[in-house]
């Protein structure tokens, strides 16, 4: 080994282990900052967690939503795993001269697929920077930052092609086809001598060590952290079903009293695994391309929402612990959050300017100085950012946790949710109408036999299914006849089923999407009593929201029962062959999947299977739908309150159901027909298209003119 070679082996190491430092500096700051969020218990069910991964991560399932960027990110994940073993060959060559990885026979074939690994990146770097500069999505930032990694990918890409060539022309090697690219290099330069090849091999071979060295430092202090967190976050994502809330604990010691608050009012009170979600996103904007609030014009941007809660957590990590988030420090000693963390690092006394900047950052405020509450009440909580969202992150949860806050420690509320929320209080139901009124409904038609649980019990009766209404159905006319026509065709098919009447309360989903979980744990306890009470084991409703919250979250307070949504319940009824459509219904329908019966609980396929088994129906699909498919505008609450900004979110759902030409719009949730009646109206072509309940339209061919002459009745 000559002098040249020790130097540039001493070289090798000071500026590795000089990186490999600075690396695991920022990942441990990084980690100490997720560390100042709430512990959370981790269950143990690798299987699924491995699975997640396998899917998610290495199967890349929700970045190929997106076609064209999901074919990227894949040539660019898999090419820069692949890459690296010749990354490790490269460098190798560069420690000993004239020497390659020992692959013996292998290594003409290893050199040939590198190449081609090399070319397949370059070429979706190019096509990157077209999509992000050229094409210039609206989703997608664009900046130095934004096209940073492209030009690190790039270079590492280029420097490796450029060195192997040059080193074919050092060496004096014959041409290979099992080098295509670096064999074109070399006859390019096959003028140079031997020494002037040698430098420019070896200046290629340092371009490509810094900027490789470089990238890994880069990496955990940018959105590129996705890398690492992404994959932390799929493996650790709850198991829990889609969408579901945690429970507030409200037993409080009485010395904590004066202390306590509920919710997130500050970044610490996220818990570790919320912290995680900050740090995994790669700000792709597919959350924000798909929210309904941002493509009407909201305040919200849930790709936003979390870049400002991450840069929050960064400058409250640095005060906090008094570690640096940006390394090496001293090239960035002027940054916020380097100074945030010399100042905390250093105790300034409580009278200096330093000290009063630390205070300033500690008692500011999470909600008003980093995310503002228009966009908390913004959040229909319909979940379709984190169905597109590529690394699993949950911002529904965020939101309502804000919201709680709001809501049970500062007592701030819309009015209008105000209002609903006192009159859920005091009547059960949101209008503020009468609880003796409830079960005025059945009084429609005489002929229809829906008996209450304690009618049933006079007559020493039993029934199978408790039969859920809900407030809608109980009170709103429109909605009163989607449940008429489910009882008929429950009478129909000889289901024996029950409704609580005028003993049935709210069911709480309401004032927990709201952030009053005082209000929906004393609803849901009330609620489960009285179903313990009545020994209800089956539970069917017409309202995914309730659907949702007995289903999925009633549990956490003692619920034990099978919960059924009314098109579930008839799709397997007419499976069964106890009710059969035969009248024909003559028309072209577009469904509407509910966000509460689809992304929540993915059922897409029962309300379809229903119309597809009526003669005469032809079911159109709109461009958004099942998974995909965009909100009403009723969801998180936002039913009982008005929209004051931008356009309306059901007026922008109906246009995308009219693009199909329907003469009906189908929906399976009372609060979507409501909003999509709306719609249809405000465009001026409810008589030309109307609205139905999937139970209205089976009714239609169940009981044919029977049906006809009671509606005109």
Not at 425 to 447: F, I, M, V
Not at 498 to 504: F, Q, T, V
């Amino acid at each position: 080994m000559n002098t040249l070679e020790v130097i540039n082996w001493i070289l090798f190491l000071a500026v590795t282990v000089y990186a490999l430092g600075l690396f695991v500096q920022v990942v441990r700051t990084r980690i100490a900052y997720i560390k100042m969020g709430r512990k959370v218990e981790i269950d143990k069910a690798w299987k699924e967690r491995i699975n997640k991964v396998m899917v998610n991560v290495f199967g890349q399932k929700k970045l190929l939503k997106d076609k064209k960027s999901g074919t990227i990110h894949v040539m660019m994940f898999y090419g820069f795993l692949l890459v690296q073993f010749g990354a490790i060959d490269f460098i190798w060559k560069g420690l000993a001269t004239g020497s390659h990885l020992p692959l013996g026979f292998l290594y003409p074939g290893f050199t040939f697929f590198q190449e081609l690994v090399t070319l397949m990146i370059l070429i979706a770097v190019i096509w990157a920077f077209y999509r992000r500069y050229i094409e210039k999505l609206v989703r997608l930032k664009r900046g130095f930052k934004a096209g940073l990694v492209l030009i690190f990918i790039g270079t590492l890409m280029l420097s490796v092609l450029l060195g192997n060539g040059m080193e074919i022309v050092w060496h004096g090697e014959e041409l290979t086809w099992t080098e295509p690219v670096a064999s074109g290099i070399a006859a390019a330069f096959a003028w140079m001598s031997p020494t002037a090849a040698a430098v420019v091999f070896f200046v290629s071979w340092w371009i490509h060590l810094i900027a490789l060295l470089s990238f890994l430092v880069y990496v955990p202090q940018s959105k590129h952290a996705h890398l690492l967190a992404a994959p932390t976050n799929v493996f650790l994502s709850r198991n829990d079903p889609p969408g579901k809330l945690s429970k507030i604990d409200f037993n409080i010691d009485e010395e904590d009293e004066e202390d306590v608050s509920f919710g997130v009012g500050k970044i610490e009170d996220f818990d570790q695994l919320q912290m995680i979600d900050f740090y995994a996103c790669v700000e792709c904007g597919r959350c924000t391309n798909v929210c309904p609030a941002a493509g009407t014009g909201k305040m919200l941007s849930p790709m936003d929402l979390i870049v400002k809660l991450r840069d929050h957590l960064t400058e409250k990590g640095a005060v906090v612990t008094g570690k640096s988030p940006w390394v090496p420090s001293y090239a960035f000693a002027g940054t916020e959050g380097n100074q945030l963390a010399k100042m905390a690092k250093e105790g300034y006394s409580g009278q200096d300017e330093a000290a009063a900047t630390i205070e300033a950052m500690e008692s500011t405020n999470l909600i008003g100085d980093v995310i503002t509450e228009e966009e908390l009440w913004a959040c229909t909580t319909c979940r379709n950012c984190e169905d597109a969202c590529p690394v699993m992150n949950e911002h529904v949860d965020k939101i309502i946790d804000l919201r709680r806050y709001l809501v049970l420690t500062e007592g701030k509320m819309d009015p209008d949710a105000q209002r609903a929320m006192m009159n859920i209080e005091r009547q059960g139901n949101p209008w503020g109408l009468s609880k003796k009124e409830r079960q005025n409904w059945r009084e429609a038609d005489e002929n229809l036999y829906v008996p209450t649980v304690k009618e049933l019990k006079k007559e020493d009766e039993d029934f199978e299914y408790l039969f859920w209404v809900g407030a809608m159905g109980s009170y709103d006319n429109r909605s009163q006849k989607i449940v008429q026509d489910f009882a008929r065709l429950m009478n129909k098919a000889g289901v024996k089923f029950a409704i609580l009447g005028n003993k049935e309360r709210n069911s709480g989903d309401t004032a927990r999407r709201l952030g009053n979980e005082f209000l929906f744990q004393e609803l849901a306890e009330k609620n489960i009593k009285d179903f313990e009470k009545n020994g209800v084991k089956k539970i069917v409703t017409t309202d995914p929201h309730a659907y949702n919250v007995f289903k999925n979250e009633y549990p956490d307070f003692g619920l034990e029962a099978e919960v059924y949504h009314h098109t579930e319940f008839l799709a397997k009824l007419v499976e069964e062959g106890r009710l059969t459509p035969e009248h024909e219904v003559k028309e072209r329908i577009t469904y509407h999947d509910s966000c509460y019966l689809g992304r929540y609980n993915e059922v897409y396929e029962e309300p379809r299977d229903v119309l597809k088994a009526i003669p005469g129906v032809t079911v159109v699909e709109m461009e958004r739908s099942r998974e995909n498919s965009m909100c009403c505008g009723a969801g998180g609450g936002l039913m009982w309150t008005e929209e004051k900004t931008g356009n309306r979110v059901n007026v922008a759902r109906t246009e995308q159901a009219l693009e199909t030409d329907p003469n009906t719009i189908a929906s399976a949730c009372p609060f979507c027909l409501t909003m999509l009646s709306d719609g249809t109206k405000a465009k001026e072509v409810e008589d030309d298209v109307s609205t139905m309940d999937v139970a209205e339209v089976l009714a239609k061919s169940i009981f044919g003119d029977e049906k006809e002459e009671k509606t005109a009745s």
